[in-house]
Nanobody, 131 residues
Framework: QVQLVESGGSSVQPGESLRLSCVTS????????IGWFRQAPGKEREGVSC????????SYVEAVKGRFFISRDNTKSTVYLQMNSLKPEDAGVYYC????????????????????????WGQGTQVTVSS
């Protein structure tokens, strides 16, 4: 049974950092395309960052480039999202998602980083950014 469990969300002030973790089980992380998504109140869920199976191909939504970094530790079956210099507009519920696809190359990873491409979802973790 595929499971994704996020943690690490918290309430922080602008400029601070957080690291989200997504512990996966029921599948081999190597074989899955992974993404982080967020949803703010009243807004659609958007792709924040995705990671290809090669762990080198990554994509980021323009608003977080240079501040957020996705990584995966296959030995721990865990995916991370390091979030630096947080802004109020980064607030929302962050979801980890997985798809049984082999996706590599930054162009394809970016094109596939959309909610409809993912089959499995975690329950989400809340991030609040306010002063």
């Amino acid at each position: 049974q595929v499971q994704l469990v996020e943690s690490g969300g918290s309430s922080v002030q602008p400029g601070e950092s957080l690291r989200l973790s997504c512990v996966t089980s029921g599948f081999s992380l190597d074989d899955y395309f992974i993404g982080w998504f967020r949803q703010a109140p009243g807004k659609e869920r958007e792709g924040v960052s995705c990671s290809g199976n090669d762990r080198l191909s990554t994509s980021y939504v323009e608003a977080v480039k240079g501040r957020f970094f996705i990584s995966r530790d296959n030995t721990k079956s865990t995916v991370y999202l390091q979030m630096n210099s947080l802004k109020p507009e980064d607030a929302g519920v962050y979801y980890c998602a997985a798809a049984p696809l082999r996706i590599t190359g930054p162009v394809v990873v970016k094109a596939m980083c959309a909610p409809g491409e993912f089959r499995y979802w975690g329950q989400g973790t809340q991030v609040t950014v306010s002063s």
